[in-house]
């Protein structure tokens, strides 16, 4: 491995945890370091957040800086930049990275604009071509088209990657990193933002690749009236609403809320389909969810064969018999409303056998 060149990644953390996309950059900077025959280098900002190296190790970093500080306890802009800064400043990678996240957002793009860094948002994949010149490719027009951007000059560029676009693989136990931490000297009174509060995310507007739970509705939802009812079990079970390009091109559905090769990737812990065929363009952009239930009046549909539960059957018929029961168990108990993915639940086949749908459990 070559020390002298190096790759910079910006790890973020939350209640404690690595954020998913930070372990994504991880990942995705250490493919390019290994074509590059170089190392990985993470820089995590926070309090008490040393614990977490090990985690970036296990995931690809050669070295992990740790920047820790009572003032970095909480969000700040300001706090961030203050820290990161003078460390960035030392380090001369080939190439930045860091999640797309409302933080780096937040910090990043001013320091850019003060080093005249090009920062690119909205990554997809990041690379290394040729001698040393960047490569990236990234969503634009919300997701309807991909661009490839390439910079002629072996420049520093700063990549700023979606979250959930290439899914976490399974920690290396064992790989270790050179840990080193800092306490930078800050002065908290001059930072001009604070986070007082961090609000329960909401799942009618939370982006769709940072939802853990989402409702989709495809053409099978037969028209806003169908798409309203999908809609509805969304809000029923605290989830976000996605949907197919083709519901999309409809207009039943926001452009942004289509989920795919061309629309977002998506990787929540519940994923539930209703009246999705399962195109291979659709499924790709599913791939790392982690339980799929899909309903649908047509037992061939590819998107049975991806679902840990299958429904077979009309989802006008089986959406209002999910929402009748499921408004009964919240109002059974209400604190339990939005804890635990009812669905399953409340499809209990050995009630109301005539109304119900086929049951299958597939592969
Ligand atoms: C270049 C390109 C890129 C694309 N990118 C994307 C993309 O990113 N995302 C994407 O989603 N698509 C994308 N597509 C489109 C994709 O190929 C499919 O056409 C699309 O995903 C199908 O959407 P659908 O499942 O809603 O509709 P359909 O394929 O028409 O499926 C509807 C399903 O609903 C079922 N159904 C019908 N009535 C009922 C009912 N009453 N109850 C239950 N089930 C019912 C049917 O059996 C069927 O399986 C792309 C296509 C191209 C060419």
Same mark, same amino acid.
């Given at each position: 491995?070559?020390?002298?060149?190096?790759?910079?990644?910006?790890?973020?953390?939350?209640?404690?945890?690595?954020?998913?996309?930070?372990?994504?950059?991880?990942?995705?900077?250490?493919?390019?370091?290994?074509?590059?025959?170089?190392?990985?280098?993470?820089? #995590?900002?926070?309090?008490?957040?040393?614990?977490?190296?090990?985690?970036?190790?296990?995931?690809?970093?050669?070295?992990?800086?740790?920047?820790?500080?009572?003032?970095?306890?909480?969000?700040?802009?300001?706090?961030?930049?203050?820290?990161?800064?003078?460390?960035?400043?030392? %380090?001369? *990678?080939?190439?930045?990275?860091?999640?797309?996240?409302?933080?780096?957002?937040?910090?990043?793009?001013?320091?850019?604009?003060?080093?005249?860094?090009? #920062?690119?948002?909205?990554?997809?994949?990041?690379?290394?071509?040729?001698?040393?010149?960047?490569?990236?490719?990234?969503?634009?027009?919300?997701?309807?088209?991909?661009?490839?951007?390439?910079?002629?000059?072996?420049?520093?560029?700063?990549?700023?990657?979606?979250?959930?676009?290439?899914?976490?693989?399974?920690?290396?136990?064992?790989?270790?990193?050179?840990?080193?931490?800092?306490?930078?000297? #800050?002065?908290?009174?001059?930072?001009?933002?604070?986070?007082?509060?961090?609000? *329960?995310?909401?799942?009618?507007?939370?982006?769709?690749?940072?939802?853990?739970?989402?409702?989709?509705?495809?053409?099978?939802?037969?028209?806003?009236?169908?798409?309203?009812?999908?809609?509805?079990?969304?809000?029923?079970?605290?989830?976000? #609403?996605?949907? %197919?390009?083709?519901?999309?091109?409809?207009?039943?559905?926001?452009?942004?809320?289509?989920?795919?090769?061309?629309?977002?990737?998506?990787? *929540?812990?519940?994923?539930?389909?209703?009246?999705?065929?399962?195109?291979?363009?659709?499924?790709?952009?599913?791939?790392?969810?982690?339980?799929?239930?899909?309903?649908?009046?047509?037992? %061939?549909?590819?998107?049975?064969?991806?679902?840990?539960?299958?429904?077979?059957?009309?989802?006008?018929?089986?959406?209002?018999?999910?929402?009748?029961?499921?408004?009964?168990?919240?109002?059974?108990?209400?604190?339990?409303?939005?804890?635990?993915?009812?669905? *399953?639940?409340?499809?209990?086949?050995?009630?109301?056998?005539?109304?119900?749908?086929?049951?299958?459990?597939?592969?």
């Amino acid at each position: 491995m070559d020390q002298s060149k190096s790759l910079v990644v910006i790890a973020e953390s939350d209640h404690g945890e690595l954020t998913l996309s930070s372990l994504e950059c991880v990942e995705e900077g250490r493919e390019i370091a290994d074509r590059l025959g170089a190392k990985v280098q993470v820089v #995590l900002c926070g309090n008490e957040v040393v614990t977490l190296a090990e985690t970036l190790a296990a995931h690809g970093a050669d070295a992990v800086t740790v920047v820790e500080h009572e003032a970095l306890d909480q969000f700040s802009a300001d706090g961030w930049l203050q820290a990161l800064a003078p460390i960035l400043l030392h %380090t001369h *990678p080939l190439l930045l990275l860091a999640p797309d996240s409302g933080q780096v957002r937040a910090w990043l793009p001013r320091l850019s604009v003060r080093w005249r860094l090009p #920062l690119v948002g909205c990554c997809i994949r990041v690379g290394i071509i040729g001698d040393g010149y960047p490569e990236i490719i990234r969503n634009t027009y919300g997701g309807a088209c991909q661009e490839r951007l390439i910079w002629p000059y072996a420049t520093l560029v700063g990549a700023m990657l979606i979250p959930g676009v290439r899914g976490v693989g399974a920690p290396r136990r064992g790989r270790s990193a050179e840990i080193a931490v800092l306490r930078p000297e #800050l002065d908290p009174a001059s930072f001009r933002d604070r986070t007082l509060r961090t609000l *329960p995310a909401d799942p009618r507007t939370v982006s769709l690749n940072e939802a853990e739970r989402i409702v989709s509705g495809g053409f099978g939802a037969g028209g806003p009236d169908g798409m309203a009812l999908v809609q509805q079990l969304a809000e029923q079970v605290g989830a976000a #609403l996605g949907g %197919t390009r083709v519901a999309a091109d409809r207009g039943w559905l926001a452009v942004d809320r289509f989920i795919g090769s061309t629309g977002q990737i998506v990787a *929540p812990k519940l994923y539930m389909a209703f009246g999705v065929s399962g195109a291979g363009q659709h499924l790709s952009g599913i791939t790392d969810s982690e339980i799929v239930i899909a309903v649908n009046n047509d037992r %061939t549909a590819p998107i049975l064969k991806r679902a840990d539960l299958g429904v077979v059957g009309d989802l006008h018929q089986i959406l209002p018999i999910l929402l009748a029961k499921l408004r009964v168990l919240a109002a059974a108990n209400p604190a339990a409303r939005h804890d635990e993915p009812t669905a *399953p639940a409340a499809l209990d086949p050995d009630q109301d056998t005539a109304a119900h749908p086929v049951l299958e459990k597939t592969a």
